[in-house]
């Protein structure tokens, strides 16, 4: 019979389909936390735990390889992503609790578990990557317990990911400046399917991490693409491009939150064209209107009636540019679209910051740009060389 993780009834549904939730690492380390420590004081074994998440979903956690030594029980509560595409599903994910006659609950990153190494993360530098949440979940747990068992002494609690390593190298952490492992996180305790806050949230810890070390000016790229495009045509510092996805808005919005000075977006046309008519999130299943927006356009800079009704019946932007092309009227378009890009940066923007944007296209490469580009690209460079004299200090 399956284990029940008491998240059976838990889903949501993207693009039609039921996507089944999963918990956290944070999740995990609290739950092998709090079963080593009742196997510990009560001297018992434990082969589930039960663990309620800051979501309310009370999770019902299977405990694997229990070791016991003379003062300390150490075991393993696998990562379940659910049907997410997390990187640490399956993860086993260990926690040792050792007594200590210091009172208080002490927790302690050890092998696999990132170390923060640069500013602007939760955690300061030096400590281990295991976000507040998961360690307030882990407090909460233990204080609890050790009150039950009237222990007035302390609990060591050590935190390793034996793949923890392996896997880290595939995670957002080496950009982050976080080395050696994987993060513990999780605010809710439960992972989302596919979600849309999780995702914006990620660019939100990126963002902040470079603006308190240092960085007033961004680099961004929606996409692979985009990132790709300034490694191989653009000298600007590559290394430093933060992807935004589709959520060009609330990018702007976190920047601003965070008083950053301006933005140079560099991003393929089928993405960007669609902030020429002020959509800012550039999902196709928020919004597909790029015909559209080349045909309205076009139309402005003199196309005939009869092309645009081509461009309208076009799959890519590809497809409409050969068209445009054709009519000699490129340069034209393109700077339509730019001017209007640049519109609708600054309204989301409030005017409060520097803006601008680079197109290209995969088989016409450069197509324009808007206003400020190259002012941008003086202050990226400018900011990465005074950056990277102060860390040689």
């Known amino acids: 019979?399956?284990?029940?993780?008491?998240?059976?009834?838990?889903?949501?549904?993207?693009?039609?389909?039921?996507?089944?939730?999963?918990?956290?690492?944070?999740?995990?380390?609290?739950?092998?936390?709090?079963?080593?420590?009742?196997?510990?004081?009560?001297?018992?074994?434990?082969?589930?735990?039960?663990?309620?998440?800051?979501?309310?979903?009370?999770?019902?956690?299977?405990?694997?390889?229990?070791?016991?030594g003379n003062n300390w029980v150490s075991c393993a509560v696998k990562k379940d992503a659910g049907d997410d595409p997390d990187i640490t599903d399956?993860?086993?994910?260990?926690?040792?609790?050792?007594?200590?006659?210091?009172?208080?609950?002490?927790?302690?990153?050890?092998?696999?578990?990132?170390?923060?190494?640069?500013?602007?993360?939760?955690?300061?530098?030096?400590?281990?990557?295991?976000?507040?949440?998961?360690?307030a979940m882990i407090r909460k747990e233990l204080e609890a317990l050790c009150q039950k068992q009237n222990y007035p002494g302390g609990l060591v609690v050590t935190i390793s990911v034996p793949k923890g390593q392996e896997?880290?190298?595939?995670?957002?952490?080496?950009?982050?400046?976080?080395?050696?492992?994987i993060s513990i996180l999780g605010t809710s305790g439960i992972v989302e399917p596919m979600s849309e806050a999780a995702l914006i949230k990620s660019i939100q810890v990126e963002m902040r991490q470079k603006v308190e070390n240092g960085a007033e000016y961004l680099l961004i790229t929606p996409g692979n693409y985009g990132?790709?495009?300034?490694?191989?045509?653009?000298?600007?510092?590559?290394?430093?491009?933060?992807?935004?996805?589709?959520?060009?808005?609330?990018?702007?919005?976190?920047?601003?939150?965070?008083?950053?000075?301006?933005?140079?977006?560099?991003?393929?046309?089928?993405?960007?064209?669609?902030?020429?008519?002020?959509?800012?999130?550039t999902h196709s299943r928020s919004a597909d209107a790029r015909a559209e927006i080349l045909a309205a356009n076009a139309i402005r800079a003199g196309i005939s009636l009869d092309r645009a009704k081509k461009i309208l019946d076009t799959i890519t932007t590809d497809e409409a540019l050969n068209i445009i092309k054709e009519e000699g009227l490129l340069q034209p378009v393109i700077k339509e679209l730019t001017d209007r890009i640049l519109y609708y940066l600054n309204h989301r923007a409030y005017d409060r910051m520097l803006l601008g944007a680079v197109l290209f296209s995969n088989e016409h490469g450069y197509l324009g740009e808007t206003e400020h580009v190259k002012e941008l690209e003086r202050l990226l460079k400018e900011q990465k060389n005074l950056l990277t004299k102060e860390e040689q200090k």
């Open 1 to 68: 019979m399956a284990h029940k993780t008491g998240l059976e009834e838990y889903y949501s549904i993207k693009n039609n389909q039921k996507m089944r939730f999963g918990y956290t690492t944070g999740s995990c380390a609290a739950g092998a936390a709090k079963a080593a420590s009742r196997m510990l004081l009560e001297e018992s074994r434990i082969f589930q735990e039960t663990l309620m998440t800051p979501k309310g979903i009370l999770l019902n956690l299977e405990i694997l390889h229990t070791t016991r």
């Open 90 to 135: 399956q993860l086993e994910i260990f926690a040792k609790v050792e007594k200590s006659t210091q009172p208080g609950i002490w927790i302690q990153g050890g092998e696999g578990v990132g170390t923060v190494t640069r500013k602007g993360l939760e955690q300061p530098i030096g400590s281990p990557a295991i976000n507040k949440v998961p360690q």
């Open 167 to 181: 896997i880290a190298g595939k995670t957002f952490n080496p950009r982050l400046g976080i080395q050696g492992g």
């Open 227 to 281: 990132a790709a495009y300034v490694k191989e045509h653009m000298e600007l510092p590559f290394e430093e491009n933060i992807k935004c996805s589709n959520y060009v808005g609330e990018t702007i919005d976190m920047a601003l939150d965070m008083g950053v000075k301006g933005i140079l977006f560099i991003s393929h046309i089928g993405k960007f064209v669609k902030v020429a008519a002020g959509i800012m999130n």
